[in-house]
């Protein structure tokens, strides 16, 4: 895979500019379609919160997983790794992977590669898909697409953390292409100024919300 340098955002935390472009993190796919004004106070403003209980759950299990599968694995390029695949199965897991043409990064939590489709895993608590996890995963897709020089289908998945349930999974068709785009496109938007951050109108949202005690933008209750 293609290395890229960098330099962090002089404003903007947990944003790089990778050529001439911002770059952020897919994960906020997922806090954009939470909340996006969380994306501002986070990273923009500065607001400190601690992290909630699922996050950290989320990082342990993410942890002990990768542990377990390193233990069995053969150390391989990006690049081996598609080689390979053209004519078996394997499977890799926290993926690193980055487009500098969408401007995003993060890390996929598991990938099937096969000799007919890429299977894009993507662990969450709970066994309910939220539009914000379905986003998510199509960054993934997209920006997994975009490191690849031979197209195979792609499949977009969201499995229950911790076990083998695959609870929902789609084609990373047209459609969803150009939606993740359109979406991405939004947040670079927010990022250089031209569009303004929305806050949720959901109370329920901002219960659960851990900048909920620092927000001035909160629904009302």
């Known amino acids: 895979m293609k290395k890229h340098k960098s330099t962090p955002h002089p404003n903007i935390s ?15 796919l997922n806090k954009q379609a939470f909340c996006e004004y969380g994306i501002y106070l986070e990273n923009v403003k500065g607001v ?50 980055i487009s500098a043409r969408y401007g995003i990064r993060g890390f996929i939590d598991e990938v099937w590669m096969t000799p007919d489709e890429f299977i894009i895993i993507d662990d969450k608590p709970g066994n309910r898909a939220y539009q914000s996890s379905i986003n998510q995963v199509y960054g993934y897709c ?53 569009i303004n951050y929305i806050p949720t109108k959901n109370p329920k949202k901002c219960r659960s919300c851990r900048f909920n005690p620092r927000c001035d933008r909160k629904a009302s209750f």
Request: hydrophobic fraction near 35%; charged fraction near 30%; glycine fraction near 4%.
């Open 48 to 97: 400190m919160a601690k992290s909630t209980k699922a996050m950290m759950e989320g990082t342990k299990e993410h942890s002990i997983l990768e542990s377990e599968f390193k233990k069995d694995a053969e150390p391989a390029t990006f690049e081996e790794m598609l080689e390979t695949s053209q004519t078996t199965e394997i499977l890799s897991r926290e993926l690193p992977i």
């Open 142 to 194: 997209l920006a997994f697409k975009d490191s690849i020089p031979k197209q195979r289908n792609i499949v977009a998945s969201l499995r229950e953390r911790g076990t083998d349930n695959i609870f929902w999974s789609s084609y990373f068709d047209e459609n969803a292409e150009n939606g993740i785009i359109e979406l991405i496109e939004r947040v670079h938007n927010l990022l250089n100024g031209s």
């Open 14 to 28: 947990q944003v790089k500019i990778i050529q001439n472009k911002n770059n952020f993190p897919i994960s906020w």
